[in-house]
């Protein structure tokens, strides 16, 4: 599941890149744009997402832990991760401060927005949510 708060297009379009690699890589993304149509019942359909959610990505911006919907994901996420174990992956699409309970996890730093650095960052979060072992050692 992918958690952010809506804004301008820029933001928009990288949220569903993301959505989109995912696919492409293997995995069944919930993106709301793609899961709740119109009519449908928001807090419905969030309880469906999260009921078999492996992982979530919160994608951080200074404005995301202000917004309802985007703070009860975020808490939720948690909840989940100490109780089910689920990954939670923070992303800082821009500058901001990560809030308190997202303080304790490594998280990818997506604030350059050049081609090449979310490649990397994709290809990281990709690693991530596959569990690959970074030390060449082991």
């Not at 808490?75 to 303080?103: D, M, Q």
Request: charged share 30%; with cysteine; glycine share 6%.
């Amino acid at each position: 599941m992918i958690s952010y708060r809506k804004g301008p297009d820029e933001r928009q379009r990288f949220v569903e890149a993301i959505a989109h690699r995912l696919g492409r890589d293997g995995f069944l993304p919930w993106y709301d744009e793609w899961e709740i149509r119109a009519g449908d019942s928001i807090a419905r359909e969030l309880q469906a997402g999260l009921e078999n959610v492996y992982a979530m990505i919160l994608v951080l911006t200074p404005d995301y832990p202000g917004e309802r919907w985007a703070r009860e994901e975020m808490e939720t996420a948690i909840t989940k991760r100490i109780e089910g174990g689920i990954r939670v992956i923070p992303v800082i699409y821009e500058p901001c401060e990560r809030p308190a309970l997202l303080r304790p996890l490594r998280y990818l730093d997506c604030t350059h927005h050049d081609q090449a650095q979310i490649e990397r960052q994709f290809l990281d979060l990709i690693d991530a949510l596959n569990e690959i072992e970074l030390n060449p050692y082991r």
